[in-house]
């Protein structure tokens, strides 16, 4: 077998390839390649202008950063591309888009490209939650166990919401369309020519089941007529991580420079695929991957269907083991929008005379307060509440603010809102007996800011390991091409003990902080269960806004 695997991670802003070594588990080489327009959240590049809670991506700078980052990163490695014996891909999610036959997207059809629903729905576009929340009203009248895997409630942030968007606001689009697909497996038909349904999106985000298959249409179509033919939109070719997919195609090797034949695996979802990356196998492992969102993965060999939790399915990462997904909605997307605007010039000017980035500056003065010493406490919705209230209707509070209060006092109390959040879930997962034994956290803000982590070991009260390695999704990813190349599922949890990394760096809690932190998430679930009810406070101010907007 050839010697290397590559590894490409799609996250919400970048392609980030890996070149990974199948003997040693070195990365011998990287590269990033952004998107060039990024997510869209205000108007389309041809100027059509975006509703509230839009988030759009373009396909093509999908297929631009595929090519440069895996061409970059394969010229950096020195190999040849005889020497590549599997390729792995993931993608956020649920990311999807609607295609024609030939796996063209439809915003690239001259009939469709002034409409929104025609590009990439970004995993954060919340505005098919009122299509959700038909998805989950319906499945209470007919009795329906659709939602107990999924907290009893069905997310905007999933695909078969977003699908009925199209079908509901965009028939004529939707007509045109002859697959739905999540972004994930759009690529993996591009590269191999074939057509297949990773088994991880959609259990997750379709609420496929390896008993029953998918949700019938029948159902759907007991919403509304509209949504006739919508479970005929997507592969029903259900291919597991670490399967082979497919061969790489004459096209798809000349996209990626390499040469065809080439196994390539199921596509996976980012945050799943992370898991293989961290070196996670065994059960009660909970998994917190912290960047511009979170998602918390738990192993377990526990079933419990729990209420406000993502999902929780069996055989989605390792075989014969359970998987739950929860997340918070707004981790970096918060951080970066405070101090982009709410921090004063002086600030950016201290930061500039530093060389410091200005998130950098705040944390080195926040790290100076005291717990509790801010008398702040925030809600960390400011994208909404996926995990445990399910309601992307809310948004961001802080309580205690004064004329005295500085720009640090307030970044330190959203640090300190994000470990409250993730403390919720876990003493949610753990009152419904399902056990955690060690918390581990990887991603880019636990590489980069030690006072976060050092909160969240405060606030749990536990230890808290951080993965020693970086790029860890394109690393699963490339644990999963490896494994196409070989076994395929089978092999994924020996393979993922066989290259994890050694946790190298652990916060552990300071009895002291932890008690004042103790005092600060009782007022944190205060304020969680006051405006998180139904028709709070938050839900009457979005909905005036919404009006102010015309929409």
């Not at 590009?119 to 166990?145: F, L, P």
């Not at 929008?337 to 709410?342: D, Y």
């Not at 005379?353 to 008398?375: D, F, V, W, Y």
């Not at 679930?525 to 101010?541: A, I, N, T, V």
Request: aromatic fraction near 8%; hydrophobic fraction near 40%; proline fraction near 5%.
């Amino acid at each position: 077998m050839p010697g290397y695997s590559i590894g490409i991670d799609f996250g919400s802003l970048s392609a980030r390839a890996v070149v990974m070594d199948l003997d040693s588990g070195e990365i011998v080489s990287s590269a990033v390649s952004e998107y060039e327009h990024g997510i869209l959240t205000d108007r389309l590049p041809n100027g059509v202008l975006l509703a509230v809670d839009w988030a759009v991506q373009i396909p093509q700078d999908y297929l631009d950063s595929l090519n440069a980052s895996v061409r970059e990163a394969v010229s950096s490695a020195g190999i040849s591309p005889e020497q590549v014996a599997g390729i792995g891909l993931d993608v956020t999610a649920s990311t999807m888009l609607p295609v024609d036959s030939q796996g063209n997207p439809l915003c690239e059809d001259p009939r469709f490209s002034q409409d929104p629903n025609s590009y990439i729905k970004v995993w954060k576009h919340h505005a098919a939650q009122k299509y959700a929340d038909m998805i989950e009203e319906a499945a209470r009248k007919d009795g329906s166990e659709l939602l107990d895997p999924f907290g009893g409630h069905i997310s905007g942030e999933h695909f078969l919401p977003k699908a009925m968007q199209i079908a509901m606001e965009s028939p004529e689009l939707y007509n045109a369309s002859d697959r739905i697909l999540e972004v994930g497996d759009w690529l993996v038909r591009l590269l191999c020519g074939t057509e297949s349904r990773g088994y991880c999106g959609a259990a997750f985000k379709t609420y496929y089941s390896e008993e029953t298959g998918d949700v019938p249409a029948s159902f759907f179509e007991s919403i509304s007529p509209e949504l006739s033919g919508l479970s005929d939109k997507y592969p029903k070719n259900i291919a597991f991580p670490g399967d082979c997919a497919g061969r790489l195609s004459k096209e798809g090797a000349e996209l990626l420079g390499l040469i065809p034949g080439i196994p390539v695996a199921a596509a996976g979802v980012d945050a799943h695929t992370t898991v293989y990356g961290c070196g996670v196998s065994k059960p009660r492992q909970f998994l917190m991957i912290i960047g511009t969102s979170t998602c918390e993965m738990l192993l377990s060999d526990t079933l419990s269907c729990i209420d406000g939790i993502s999902g929780v399915v069996y055989d989605s990462i390792f075989k014969d083991m359970y998987t739950y997904e929860c997340g918070q909605s707004g981790i970096g997307d918060m951080f970066a929008w405070f101090a982009e605007n709410q921090v004063p010039p002086e600030y950016h000017r201290e930061a500039e005379e530093k060389g410091l980035a200005i998130q950098q500056l705040l944390t080195q003065k926040a790290s100076a307060l005291r717990p509790g010493e801010n008398g702040l406490v925030a809600l960390d919705w400011w994208n909404g509440v996926r995990s445990t209230l399910m309601d992307f209707s809310l948004s961001g509070v802080i309580a205690g603010l004064t004329t005295e209060t500085s720009p640090e006092e307030i970044y330190r109390a959203l640090l300190e809102s994000t470990a409250f959040g993730c403390r919720k879930i876990i003493d949610t997962l753990e009152d419904s007996g399902v056990r955690i034994d060690t918390l581990i956290a990887t991603g880019g803000i636990p590489h980069k800011n030690p006072l976060m982590m050092q909160i969240y070991a405060d606030v749990m009260g536990r230890d808290v390991l951080v993965v020693d390695r970086d790029q860890t999704g394109s690393v699963g990813s490339a644990i999963m091409g490896t494994a196409a190349a070989g076994e395929g599922f089978s092999s994924l949890a020996e393979l993922t003990e066989k290259y994890a990394m050694p946790f190298s760096t652990v916060y552990r809690p300071d009895p002291s902080s932890s008690a004042v932190y103790e005092r600060l998430y009782r007022a944190y679930c205060d304020m969680y269960s006051f405006f998180g009810e139904k028709d709070s406070l938050l839900h009457r101010l979005k909905d005036i806004r919404k009006e102010a907007r015309g929409n």
